[in-house]
């Protein structure tokens, strides 16, 4: 069965500095990883995603996210936040022929 | 860029009434979900359509309903709704089942009381 963490509830960060939210998760084969943000009263905006290839993702508004297969992790950084990053920021996973499953979200801070 | 629709943005609703959350896409999306949302448990899939006609379950199914008969349309129905129902309902589509990402709807804020 697939399944997805997010180990921080609420991540802080100042202005300016680096940010990571963290995933990892669980499959029985080869996992599509995605990264999704919510901003307040909105449905969920898609940032990037891992198919296959290189380990390094790029996507939307500057953010990217780091595959690691031998630690199932997918964590998602950006290297200078910003103010208006503040948002809930979801991991998924799925596998070929599977639904998404969602992790519980980490709610970002990013502090003037 | 409509994207995926959905209607009502809020509803209140009484114990034991029934109502039905619409969904659009004009993606010609193949594959559609209903989830809801809880506050700290992130998305539970309740039903899930791979075409027009064809509809399963997802984690969460119990007291919902859902048809496919167009590609664009993916209603949702409560009947006899109960307070547990109480939650953000987010409607998305993809393209496929495999490497896709999905797109989702603005929301559905339902509260039963």
């Known amino acids: 069965a697939q399944s997805v963490a997010q180990p921080e509830d609420q991540v802080n960060v100042a202005e300016g500095n680096p940010l990571t939210v963290k995933c990892t998760y669980s499959?029985?084969?080869?996992?599509?990883l995605f990264w999704y943000v919510q901003y307040p009263n909105r449905g969920l905006q898609f940032l990037l995603k891992?198919?296959?290839?290189?380990?390094l993702v790029k996507g939307s508004y500057g953010f990217e996210a780091e595959f690691n297969k031998s630690q199932t992790s997918f964590h998602l950084k950006k290297p200078s936040a910003l103010v208006s990053d503040s948002a809930l920021y979801f991991c998924?996973?799925?596998?070929?022929?599977?639904?998404?499953?969602f992790g519980p979200g980490t709610r970002l801070s990013v502090l003037p | 860029n409509a994207g995926v629709t959905q209607t009502p943005k809020f509803r209140i609703l009484k114990i034991g009434q029934s109502m039905t959350l619409q969904c659009t896409q004009d993606?010609?999306?193949?594959?559609m979900y209903w989830y809801r949302q809880d506050p700290g448990m992130g998305l539970k899939l309740i039903y899930y359509?791979?075409?027009?006609?064809?509809?399963d379950k997802g984690e969460v199914p119990n007291g919902y309903n859902v048809s496919r008969s167009t590609t664009e349309d993916f209603p949702l129905r409560l009947e006899l709704a109960a307070p547990s129902q109480t939650s953000v309902y987010f409607c998305?589509?993809?393209?496929?089942?495999?490497?896709?990402?999905?797109?989702f709807g603005q929301g559905t804020r339902l509260t039963v009381v």
């Open positions: 998924a996973v799925r596998e070929d022929g599977q639904n998404f499953v």
């Open positions: 499959v029985s084969g080869n996992p599509y």
């Open positions: 993606m010609n999306h193949n594959y």
């Open positions: 359509s791979v075409g027009a006609g064809i509809t």
């Open positions: 891992y198919i296959t290839g290189d380990n």
């Open positions: 998305a589509s993809s393209y496929e089942r495999g490497v896709t990402e999905a797109f």
